[in-house]
């Protein structure tokens, strides 16, 4: 196996693990980064997810995830503040320095994709300055834009882009995950632009056909559509030297046994980082170098 000094395994891919599970495998596999979400690490205990990381000599990559900031309801939009704040807070204890933050979709009966998106500038605007003192980056992540009605109503990088540059750089910036911005032709120059402020960079893959509800059909690196190698040149060129996070959502990968396939991805993301450079990309970006697989923030 080639280096793994990127390598981080976002939790929900094996989320058949429990974290102690989780943390002792990644150890015996040198798997060096994890992704961490709420819902799992409040069950385990904040304090305590944190002890078990930390003594285990692992990297929390990033916290998943805030967000869903887009209520036009009083009571909503304060709730969802709030528990932003506990986000943040979270990720302190966890010694992340970033929140990864889903932007929520339209509220029932609203059809008015552009005032959703100010509502999320809106609250950034009172989350950062909270994110910022605690040493906290805000990640915007795009998802596609089959998600725009009731998960995230920021579905391409652009997007991302315009809602991160009305705040200091060293508090919001944006997700990479070639699974949501794959298809874009625009990533790539968004991409340029995001210099600075790309904080978290994913792999998954897009297989054919999409399972039912289409939201757990994510493949495993190397066996779909995407060139994930030309998309990782790119994101490097673009100045980003940190975790490379391998996210999945797969109802039948989660029948697996998850330590075998924690290997597996392990196996598959060293085959994404030392593949042979990507050719004929679709996207119209050949000043790519070569990715450096060997430097982790």
Same mark, same amino acid.
Request: proline fraction near 7%; include cysteine; charge should be negative.
């Given at each position: 196996?080639?280096?793994?000094?990127?390598?981080?395994?976002?939790?929900?891919?094996?989320?058949?693990?429990?974290?102690? +599970?989780?943390?002792?495998?990644?150890?015996?596999?040198?798997?060096?980064?994890?992704?961490?979400?709420?819902?799992?690490?409040?069950?385990?205990?904040?304090?305590?997810?944190?002890?078990?990381?930390?003594?285990?000599?692992?990297?929390?990559?990033?916290?998943?995830?805030?967000?869903?900031?887009?209520?036009?309801?009083? /009571?909503?939009?304060?709730?969802?503040?709030?528990?932003?704040?506990?986000?943040?807070?979270?990720? &302190?204890?966890?010694?992340?320095?970033?929140?990864?933050?889903?932007?929520?979709?339209?509220?029932?009966?609203?059809?008015?994709?552009?005032?959703?998106?100010?509502?999320?500038?809106?609250?950034?605007?009172?989350?950062?300055?909270?994110?910022? +003192?605690?040493?906290?980056?805000?990640?915007?992540?795009?998802?596609?834009?089959?998600?725009?009605?009731?998960?995230?109503v920021v579905s391409t990088l652009d997007q991302a882009l315009g809602l991160a540059e009305r705040f200091p750089a060293d508090?919001?910036?944006?997700?990479?995950?070639?699974?949501? &911005?794959?298809?874009?032709?625009?990533?790539?120059?968004?991409?340029a632009r995001a210099a600075g402020r790309i904080f978290a960079f994913q792999l998954a893959d897009w297989t054919t056909p999409?399972?039912? /509800?289409?939201?757990?059909?994510?493949?495993?690196?190397? +066996?779909?559509?995407?060139?994930?190698?030309?998309?990782?040149?790119?994101?490097?060129?673009?100045?980003?030297?940190?975790?490379?996070?391998?996210?999945?959502?797969?109802?039948?990968?989660?029948?697996?046994?998850?330590?075998?396939?924690?290997?597996?991805?392990?196996?598959?993301?060293?085959?994404?980082?030392?593949?042979?450079?990507?050719?004929?990309?679709?996207?119209?970006?050949?000043?790519?170098?070569?990715?450096?697989?060997?430097?982790?923030?």
């Amino acid at each position: 196996m080639t280096d793994l000094s990127r390598f981080s395994i976002n939790q929900m891919t094996v989320r058949q693990l429990a974290l102690p +599970e989780l943390t002792e495998a990644c150890v015996r596999l040198g798997v060096p980064g994890v992704g961490l979400w709420r819902e799992p690490v409040q069950e385990y205990g904040v304090e305590a997810a944190a002890r078990l990381v930390r003594d285990a000599g692992l990297a929390v990559t990033t916290l998943c995830r805030g967000g869903f900031l887009t209520a036009t309801d009083p /009571g909503r939009r304060a709730a969802a503040l709030a528990d932003n704040r506990l986000a943040i807070d979270e990720a &302190v204890a966890l010694g992340t320095d970033t929140l990864v933050l889903v932007s929520g979709g339209l509220p029932p009966g609203d059809r008015d994709l552009p005032a959703a998106r100010e509502r999320v500038a809106d609250a950034l605007a009172e989350l950062a300055p909270y994110a910022g +003192e605690r040493g906290v980056r805000l990640a915007i992540e795009p998802l596609h834009p089959m998600y725009a009605a009731d998960r995230c109503v920021v579905s391409t990088l652009d997007q991302a882009l315009g809602l991160a540059e009305r705040f200091p750089a060293d508090q919001v910036g944006v997700v990479v995950d070639t699974y949501h &911005v794959w298809w874009d032709d625009r990533a790539p120059a968004a991409l340029a632009r995001a210099a600075g402020r790309i904080f978290a960079f994913q792999l998954a893959d897009w297989t054919t056909p999409l399972p039912a /509800g289409v939201l757990n059909g994510r493949g495993l690196p190397g +066996e779909g559509a995407i060139d994930l190698r030309a998309w990782w040149e790119r994101v490097d060129a673009a100045g980003y030297a940190g975790p490379v996070e391998v996210e999945l959502f797969n109802d039948e990968l989660w029948t697996r046994d998850g330590v075998a396939l924690l290997a597996e991805v392990a196996e598959r993301y060293a085959a994404a980082a030392s593949g042979p450079p990507a050719t004929g990309r679709d996207a119209g970006n050949n000043s790519a170098k070569p990715c450096n697989p060997s430097a982790m923030t």
